[in-house]
């Protein structure tokens, strides 16, 4: 496996921890997986930082383990530099579908790849 193909691997790994309800509901583990620096731009057009998404990640939908699950579809990722990675793919909350973009970047030492930008945006029922 070349460095591209690794690193596209591991930031869909760590995109499908994020939507794993045991690591939105815990600020610890989602931390770990958000860069420092990160800010998104929510399906409802907030925008979040680190800050406020770790403090409010655990009571969003998808971090209930008896709750509505984020179900993704394919991820497809390109390698845009070394240690930088952008993500695309839909998912579906419940009824809500979703396209998703995220950048990861890989942080200093061991740390890993952690999402720094994050963009959803709804998709309505009648669009494919």
Do not use: C, N
């Not at 939507?19 to 997986?33: H, I, Q, Y």
């Not at 800050?51 to 390698?79: F, N, Q």
Request: hydrophobic share 35%; glycine share 10%; no cysteine.
């Amino acid at each position: 496996m070349d460095d591209t193909t690794d690193e596209v691997r591991q930031a869909i790994a760590g995109e499908l921890q994020l939507m794993d309800p045991r690591v939105r509901a815990s600020r610890e583990r989602a931390a770990r997986l958000l860069d420092p620096e990160f800010v998104e731009v929510g399906a409802s057009g907030r925008r979040w930082t680190y800050a406020s998404t770790l403090a409010e990640l655990p009571a969003l939908p998808g971090a209930s383990p008896d709750g509505p699950r984020y179900e993704p579809g394919e991820i497809s990722g390109v390698r845009l530099a070394p240690g930088l990675v952008h993500l695309t793919f839909e998912a579906v909350l419940g009824e809500r579908r979703t396209r998703h973009s995220s950048i990861w970047r890989k942080g200093p030492g061991d740390a890993g790849f952690r999402m720094y930008y994050h963009q959803a945006t709804r998709v309505p029922p009648d669009v494919d």
